[in-house]
DNA sequence: GTTTAAAAAGAATAATATTCTATGATTGAT
DNA sequence: ATCAATCATAGAATATTATTCTTTTTAAAC
């Protein structure tokens, strides 16, 4: 696995903040020509530092305005009860990502919804229908104060 | 505010796999020709749907393999306490997000770091650093079992 | 100083986006 | 029921951009 130089990190970045910039816009920010910003950009692609390309959602516009972290500790912790959880949990499209993770409790959950009447809903007849459920504490985020990227800003 | 069609929401699912699929691409998927395609996804940029074009970058390729959450309480809670967190914790490149929650704690941060190394040296000379620090405590990501989308996988 | 390899430049071609105009379908009013 | 108006889509022409190939420059090693 070889590294990646500045002008690798520089490109990353830009295309981070937008991934639409067509090559020459690219190599005028950096100084350099067409060619080598095209076939950077297609190393970095083929070596799996840019896993894809993908669009941002608006949430709200969407009509999903609440965000809900949702702590949950399992009754049997056999590894084919939380491999069986992790499987379970794939099939809920309101659980937009899971964690296992240390600490007070098994799975850190981070769940979208568009209101609290839909929230409900998901604890009683999604989350209350996986089975092994212990426990689980729901944390209400009030403010999303950064969202950024592993590369600066 | 209006509202998107079945149509709307198929190309924002396409695109979010795929953000560089082609109009063409994307009509063929749809059975329409390309200018309706180009006419949506430019209304739905112009509107906010789509907030931005950008890439996935690879956690593990880029020597950012540990994630953690930590759960931070403050001090004092008057408002001008919040919000001088909220603009310090901008200024910390391992904190990828900052949510303000309900619950045990007041902020929930996700950092992410390369190694345990890293995450003390985050701990105590980053985070310490901030003024008005409570409490924090940490949980470490043993797996990451979901990553999706507000719009289906 | 010469050789070698890597990176970048330049130019030509292929693919795609974008725009303009035209057609068909749907809706609302008379 | 008919007409006008609006909207979604289609088709075709043009402008951008990606992609590839070849050449030139740069840097390092001997």
């Known amino acids: 696995m070889i590294d990646i130089d500045p002008v690798d990190l520089k490109i990353l970045k830009l295309l981070k903040k937008d991934g639409m910039m067509t ?3 690219i190599a005028v920010e950096l100084n350099l020509t067409t060619t080598p910003i095209h076939e950077r950009i297609k190393r970095l692609r083929r ?3 840019i896993e894809k390309y993908t669009i941002e959602l ?3 516009k969407l009509n999903k305005n609440l965000i809900v ?3 949950v500790s399992l009754k049997e912790h056999a590894q084919q009860f939380l491999t069986q959880f992790e499987k379970d949990v794939q099939t809920v499209p309101e659980v937009v990502e899971c964690y296992c993770v240390s600490g007070g409790s098994d799975f850190l959950l981070k769940v979208i ?3 609290m009447e839909e929230y409900k809903d998901f604890i ?3 989350l209350a229908a996986i089975s092994n459920i212990g426990s689980a ?3 209400f985020v009030i403010t999303e104060a950064k969202h950024s ?3 600066g800003e």
């Open 23 to 25: 090559n020459r816009q």
């Open 47 to 49: 070596d799996g530092f």
């Open 58 to 60: 608006n949430r709200k």
């Open 69 to 71: 972290f949702c702590n």
């Open 113 to 115: 919804v568009s209101d």
């Open 124 to 126: 009683l007849n999604k």
């Open 137 to 139: 504490q729901s944390h």
């Open 149 to 151: 990227s592993i590369i």
